[in-house]
């Protein structure tokens, strides 16, 4: 979107100069949440924003003197409707900060408006690489997926996986999933005997699990957005590949912890690396786990959360920084190189790329206490997003 592309939208939306300058005068810092609150993606959304909110709770309203307004939207998971609603946010309810972006196509969507606007845009869950060179006012508090599949194709390796098949949800994480790890997997000296892609929208993975039984490789290797796994787990066992000697290795998100205790039996054992889990055994995880679950009868926070809960984080120190000045690019600039202890451990938000550097874990699907867990079997420290260096 060129600037006046961009001053026509702002135009066609009606923004009045005294409602502009009415809000631009007040004394609150107003953050703009995009979600997907409905549609296939809900729990997405819920996730982000209940842990968003359960910072605000535990950290308070007030920052440098200024009381915290979070504005919520629901762009149904629909790129062009995440599109509008940020101009929206930005023009009508003149937001110091944009955040959320559930998936990636969003993320792409925002970031020429983030850029004209010079509004900070805290990306609190999509993980796609390339994500933060599309503006310069972007920033990841989330995780990319070749942090995490890189590390799960060298730990393949290293326990006598030799031959996968890939299987991932076809759309940029996916095709970064699917890249990477066989990049990094046949560097090793692995074979990728296929790669399939499955539809993003009402995927039907028998086929091609049938497919992958019949190409009978040592494990499937996965990705499939959170929320997905549940469908994934059923028909994997369906097909009978955990009986065929197939094992399953994924991405993080397909072992989702919001949804995992869902998932039965057919789960235990599959191994998958990630950045966070919530049976990660710290102080600070085991005080946002047991304030989440208070706060939401019992639910179990997921990656998201910890990606909402460390952006809000950021949000708030860099507000700090400032010692309240809302300018982006001041704020921009207070976001960059912060470090601090995270539920998932130790990360920073790299000054040069604006990405999030933090541990890669290794976990097993086990069964804790009569619930089934992402049990954390090795650590891979302060990694840094692969794709950047490519």
């Not at 997907?36 to 309203?61: D, I, N, V």
């Not at 990636?104 to 845009?121: D, E, H, L, R, W």
């Not at 191994?271 to 019992?298: L, M, P, R």
Request: hydrophobic share 40%; net charge positive; aromatic share 8%.
């Amino acid at each position: 979107m060129d600037k006046r592309h961009f001053l026509s939208a702002l135009a066609a939306l009606g923004l009045s100069c005294g409602a502009g300058n009415a809000l631009a005068q007040d004394n609150s810092f107003r953050i703009g949440l995009l979600l997907p609150l409905t549609g296939p993606f809900t729990s997405t959304g819920k996730q982000l924003e209940s842990a968003a909110r359960l910072y605000m709770a535990l950290h308070g309203s007030t920052v440098a003197g200024r009381k915290v307004v979070l504005i919520v939207r629901d762009d149904t998971g629909v790129p062009d409707i995440t599109k509008r609603l940020a101009q929206e946010l930005i023009v009508n309810e003149k937001v110091h900060v944009l955040a959320g972006f559930g998936l990636t196509p969003q993320a792409f969507a925002t970031a020429p408006i983030a850029t004209q606007a010079k509004t900070p845009m805290v990306v609190m869950s999509a993980a796609t690489s390339s994500i933060t060179n599309a503006s310069p006012y972007i920033v990841r508090s989330s995780f990319t997926v070749p942090q995490v599949v890189t590390a799960l194709a060298d730990w393949a390796w290293k326990n006598n996986i030799r031959k996968v098949v890939s299987l991932v949800t076809d759309y940029a994480p996916g095709v970064d999933s699917e890249k990477y790890f066989k990049d990094q997997f046949m560097a090793n000296g692995g074979t990728v005997i296929e790669t399939l892609r499955v539809p993003l929208r009402n995927p039907d993975f028998a086929p091609f699990l049938q497919k992958v039984r019949d190409l009978q490789p040592d494990a499937l290797f996965t990705f499939v957005p959170s929320g997905v796994g549940s469908a994934l787990m059923k028909q994997f066992a369906e097909r009978g590949l955990d009986k065929a000697g197939i094992r399953m290795i994924a991405e993080g998100s397909v072992t989702d912890d919001d949804l995992l205790n869902s998932m039965g039996d057919v789960a235990l054992g599959v191994v998958t690396a990630h950045h966070y889990s919530a049976a990660h055994d710290s102080a600070v995880n085991q005080k946002f786990v047991e304030a989440y679950q208070k706060a939401y009868n019992g639910a179990r926070p997921n990656f998201m959360a910890v990606g909402a809960y460390d952006g809000m984080r950021v949000i708030y120190e860099a507000l700090k920084a400032t010692k309240g000045d809302t300018g982006g690019d001041a704020l921009l600039a207070a976001m960059k190189g912060q470090i601090f202890e995270s539920p998932r451990g130790p990360m920073y938000i790299d000054a040069q790329t604006r990405d999030v550097v933090h541990n890669i874990y290794i976990r097993r699907v086990e069964r804790r206490k009569g619930q089934l867990y992402n049990v954390e079997i090795s650590t891979l420290p302060d990694v840094k997003d692969p794709g950047k260096s490519r």
